[in-house]
C-alpha cells in the first residue's frame, strides 16, 4: 500500500484544530520523527514516526508553503491556507536545518477570530468600561504587556473590533501577522530589507490612518513614533514585554524614552497573563486550608466573613474525554488595566521607583494581575496550583 501523504497530513491538522493546538512541532531525531502539538502553551505528543518518512513529509509540506524544495541547508519560512471542514486555516511553516534533518515548527493562525471581544478575554467589566473608555477618545498610546506566552494579538483585535472599519482607517505593522482580518490592513514587518517598526510607522503616517497597531516596542524610536503618533490624534496599540504597568514605565524609560514623553503620550496599559482554564467536565470541588483562606485575604486585601465557606476547584487527575484527558480546556487571560492618573503621572515625571509606581497603582484602586488571578480562581474558572506556576506564590 502507498503512503497516501495529503490524507495523513490533513489527519494532523484537523487533530491540531480539535485539540485547539497553536503549534505543530515536527522534530527528527537519528531514527525517529516526533510530531508534537502545542496545547495552551504546553507540549502534547501527538506521533512518533519513521525517520524514512521525513523527506516526504517536508518537501510536501515546503510545496504547501511555497518554500525552495532543494534547500535544505538553510532556515526558510512561508505560508499556506488550507480548507479542513469547510472552515479557513492559515499556517505559517518554518524550517530549521538540524543534525538529523529538517526540522519544521508550523504556527495555525487563529481560526476563530470572529468569537474574540473585549468580553470574551477574561477581562471584567470595569476593566472593559476603561479600555472602551481609552479606545473610544481615539488618542494616544494603548500598550499590552506581556511576560511570556502569547495572547496579546487576541487582546489587541478585541480592541481593534471595538471600531466600525468603514468609519475608520486600520493599519497594522506585524512580525508575524497572527489574525487575518479582512478590513484590517496588515503589513509584515521584513528587517531583511530594513522594514522594521519604527521605518513602517513613518510610512503608515503618511497613508491617512486613525488607528495604527505596531506590533511591539523594542526600541527608543518606535516608543517615541509611537507616542508622538498618539499626540497628534491617532489611536497606536502595540506591545512591550513587561510583566506590569509599573514594569513596562520602568523598561520603556530604560529603553531612553523621556518621561515627558510617556505622560503625555501613554494613556493605558493592559498587562496580562494566560491561564489554563480547568475543563468545566471534570474539575473537582475542594475547601482550602486556613492558610489558603489567609493568602487570599492578603492578596485581596479585604478579610473573609468567619462564617464563609471559600470553596476552590482543582483539576482532576484522570481527566475527561471532554479535555482529551488534558484536564484543562482553553485559556482565560488574568489582567492589570494601569491608568496614568494625574497623581501616577507626576511619579512618573520624577523618575520613582517600580515599587512606588506600584503603590500608586493600589492607591489608584488599580486591581493587579495576582488579585485578578485569585479572582478568577473563586470565580472557580482556573486552579491556585495553576496560578501560582504562572505568577508565582501568590
Ligand atoms: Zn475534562
Known amino acids: 500500500m502507498t503512503f497516501d501523504i495529503e490524507r495523513w497530513l490533513s489527519t494532523i491538522f484537523s487533530d491540531a484544530i480539535k485539540y485547539k493546538a497553536s503549534d505543530i512541532h515536527i522534530v527528527p531525531e537519528d531514527k525517529n520523527v516526533h510530531i508534537k502539538f502545542r496545547v495552551n502553551g504546553k507540549f502534547v505528543k501527538y506521533r512518533t514516526i519513521e525517520i524514512g518518512i521525513l523527506e516526504t513529509l517536508v518537501g510536501k509540506l515546503k510545496i504547501m508553503s511555497n518554500l525552495k524544495m532543494e534547500e535544505s541547508r538553510l532556515p526558510q519560512d512561508g505560508s499556506f491556507t488550507m480548507i479542513l471542514d469547510g472552515k479557513e486555516i492559515c499556517v505559517r511553516a518554518s524550517t530549521m536545518p538540524t543534525l538529523f534533518g529538517e526540522k519544521v515548527v508550523m504556527r495555525i493562525l487563529n481560526p476563530e477570530s470572529e468569537s474574540i471581544s473585549l468580553e470574551s478575554i477574561g477581562l471584567n467589566p470595569l476593566q472593559i468600561r476603561k479600555v472602551k473608555e481609552y479606545a473610544k477618545r481615539k488618542n494616544g498610546l494603548i500598550l499590552v ?98 510583566n506590569s504597568g509599573a ?69 482532576n487527575e484522570l481527566g475527561c474525554i471532554e479535555c482529551n484527558y488534558l484536564w484543562f480546556k482553553g485559556r482565560i487571560g488574568i489582567f492589570e488595566v494601569f491608568e496614568l492618573t494625574r497623581e501616577m503621572k507626576m511619579l512618573i515625571l ?34 491556585l496550583k495553576e496560578l501560582e506556576s504562572s505568577i508565582g506564590d501568590v
Not at 518621561?259 to 494613556?267: A, F, Q, R
Not at 521607583?353 to 485578578?372: F, H, P, Y
Open 145 to 242: 504587556v506581556w511576560p511570556t506566552g502569547s495572547g496579546k494579538s487576541t487582546t489587541i483585535l478585541s480592541i481593534l473590533k471595538e471600531f466600525n472599519p468603514d468609519e475608520f482607517s486600520i493599519s497594522t505593522l506585524e512580525d508575524p501577522i497572527e489574525y487575518r482580518v479582512k478590513w484590517i490592513a496588515h503589513s509584515q514587518i521584513n528587517h531583511g530589507i530594513g522594514f522594521n517598526f519604527s521605518v513602517g510607522l513613518r510610512s503608515i503616517l503618511r497613508q491617512d490612518p486613525d488607528i495604527i497597531m505596531v506590533g511591539e516596542i523594542r526600541d527608543v524610536e518606535t516608543a517615541k513614533f509611537s507616542m508622538e503618533a498618539g499626540i497628534t490624534w491617532h489611536l497606536v496599540l502595540s506591545t512591550l514585554h513587561a
Open 350 to 383: 520624577s523618575k520613582q521607583s517600580e515599587n512606588t509606581l506600584d503603590d500608586q497603582a493600589e492607591r489608584d484602586g488599580i486591581v493587579s494581575l495576582r488579585q485578578d488571578g485569585i479572582m478568577k480562581a473563586l470565580q472557580w474558572a482556573i486552579s
Open 247 to 315: 514594569n513596562s514605565i520602568q523598561r520603556l524609560i530604560s529603553l531612553g524614552t523621556e518621561p515627558n514623553m510617556i505622560i503625555s503620550g501613554l494613556k493605558l496599559i493592559i498587562s496580562q497573563q494566560l491561564i489554563r482554564k480547568l475543563c468545566p467536565h471534570c474539575k473537582r470541588k475542594y475547601v482550602p486550608d486556613a492558610n489558603v483562606r489567609k493568602k487570599i485575604e492578603s492578596v485581596l486585601r479585604e478579610s473573609i466573613p468567619p462564617g464563609r465557606e471559600v470553596t476552590l476547584y482543582e483539576e
